[in-house]
């Protein structure tokens, strides 16, 4: 029992104390922001990271052995629509170009390339 009571304490204590810090640390009083009825614009750094293009954006799948470095696949835009019209069959929820001899969706993507990149540092 108490025990429990001075997890919960702490606790407390620990949120009062960020709760309390996050107040002190705001410039600006909220009060005349919320009274103010105009726009207002975020700051430089979040409008970048909002306003950055999201197709540049690399996630860090199909990673080698000794994970150091990682694949990309460069698309040469949407797929178009006479490859989604190409015929297939459904097996158990599968899809198969039967004419291919393969899934539909190696046969629908749109791949042009591959970038080989660096795990460690981007490049």
Wanted: cysteine-free; aromatic content about 8%.
């Amino acid at each position: 029992m108490l025990k429990t009571f001075l997890r919960i304490g702490a606790t407390a204590a620990v949120v009062i104390s960020a709760s309390a810090s996050a107040v002190v640390g705001q410039s600006v009083d909220p009060q005349a922001v919320l009274a103010d009825k105009n726009f207002v614009a975020p700051t430089n750094d979040i409008a970048e990271m909002v306003l950055a293009p999201r197709y540049l954006n690399v996630t860090l799948v199909n990673v080698s052995p000794d994970k150091k470095w990682f694949f990309h696949e460069i698309g040469d835009g949407p797929v178009t629509m006479d490859r989604f019209s190409k015929d297939f069959d459904e097996l158990g929820g599968v899809f198969i170009d039967y004419a291919a001899n393969r899934h539909r969706n190696l046969t629908i993507r749109s791949s042009i390339g591959v970038n080989v990149i660096s795990a460690s540092d981007g490049s």
